[in-house]
Nanobody
């Protein structure tokens, strides 16, 4: 049984940083693709970042590029999302997701491509 568990969310002031973690069990983070998604109140879920399991390819949406970094810890079977210079518009519930196999890279921010999801962690950016 595959399980994903996010942690690291919280309340932070604009300009601050948070590091989200996605701990996987039943599936290696080296397999397939891991994605981070977010959903703000009243908005659709959007892809934020993704990382190919078998390599180092990463992708980000324009609004977070240069501020967020996705990384992998093989030893802990965990994927992190380091978020710096946070803005109020980053406020959302953040989810990690995993696919069973490699995705066509152009679709890695498409939430319909993923098979497994965590329960989400709240990130609130406010002064």
């Amino acid at each position: 049984q595959v399980q994903l568990e996010e942690s690291g969310g919280g309340l932070v002031q604009p300009g601050g940083s948070l590091r989200l973690s996605c701990a996987a069990s039943g599936l290696g983070v080296d397999v397939g693709t891991i994605g981070w998604f977010r959903q703000a109140p009243g908005k659709e879920r959007e892809g934020v970042s993704c990382r190919r399991g078998g390599g180092s390819m990463t992708r980000y949406i324009d609004s977070v590029r240069g501020r967020f970094t996705i990384s992998r810890d093989r030893a802990k079977n965990t994927v992190h999302l380091q978020m710096n210079n946070l803005k109020p518009e980053d406020t959302a519930v953040y989810f990690c997701a995993a696919s069973r196999g490699s995705l066509v890279w152009s679709t890695c921010l498409d939430n319909s491509q993923y098979h497994y999801w965590g329960q989400g962690t709240q990130v609130t950016v406010s002064s």
